[in-house]
């Protein structure tokens, strides 16, 4: 299974744009990138997903460099509401793996 | 919208119990998971299930077992509950769409064993 790593935490204001960048340098080559947030005492919520270049959705986007080690989840113009914990994740893109949550990066947005 | 409900968001047991955590699903998705999710360890796969009655030993199974005898119902069972079992529990279903895999989460449950 693919590891991951990302930021512990990171500051933000409101209105700014947040980028968090996980790094997955074992990544496979059939392996999905996918982004999940958490709010505290709630389960996590999934955000985007990605196999290379990039995808957007209407919460987020998802840059993945063409060598795929690592890969950046862009949060335009964030809110207090965009504060909670984003977890990467690599794997395959079906139920029939098992999916690594890591610790993910706590996001703090201040006013 | 999918519905993932737990039966419980607190519980406290007392050691050595037989503790029942139930998980349902209203959106017919055949994929299953029960995690626990501890301070500093991030989210830990217990069991996962394919389908009915099928089963999957994920990264922390020791302590625990799971039923799935219904599609829409995974139940995760502590045999003999222990002070370490206390946790955050999470149950997820999951299902392939328009090329993403994507795991819903219930709310969680808080399990105390004293």
């Known amino acids: 299974l693919a590891k991951t790593t990302q930021p512990i935490s990171m500051d933000s204001y409101e209105g700014q744009e947040v980028n968090i960048t996980c790094s997955h340098n074992?990544?496979?080559?059939?392996?999905?990138i996918t982004w999940y947030q958490q709010f505290p005492s709630q389960g996590p919520r999934f955000i985007i997903q990605g196999y290379k270049t990039k995808v957007t959705n209407e919460v987020a986007s998802l840059f993945i460099p063409a060598d795929r080690k690592s890969s950046t989840l862009s949060l335009p113009r964030v809110s207090l509401s965009d504060t909670a914990v984003y977890y990467c994740l690599v794997g395959l893109n079906t139920g029939f793996q098992k999916l690594v949550f890591g610790t993910g990066t706590r996001l703090l947005v201040s006013p | 919208d999918v519905k993932v409900t737990q039966s419980s968001r607190y519980l406290v047991k007392r050691t050595g119990e037989k503790v029942f955590l139930e998980c349902v699903q209203d959106m017919d998705h055949e994929n299953m998971f029960w995690y626990r999710q501890d301070p500093g360890l991030g989210l830990r796969l217990i069991y996962f299930?394919?389908?009915?009655?099928?089963?999957e030993k994920g990264d922390i199974p020791e302590g625990y077992s799971v039923s799935r005898e219904k599609k829409e119902r995974f139940s995760l069972i502590l045999e003999s509950a222990s002070t370490n079992q206390t946790s955050m529990y999470l149950c997820a279903s999951g299902k392939f769409d328009r090329g993403t895999y994507e795991q819903y989460f219930g709310p969680g449950t808080r399990l105390t064993v004293t």
């Open positions: 299930s394919y389908d009915v009655k099928m089963k």
């Open positions: 074992n990544i496979a080559t059939n392996d999905y």
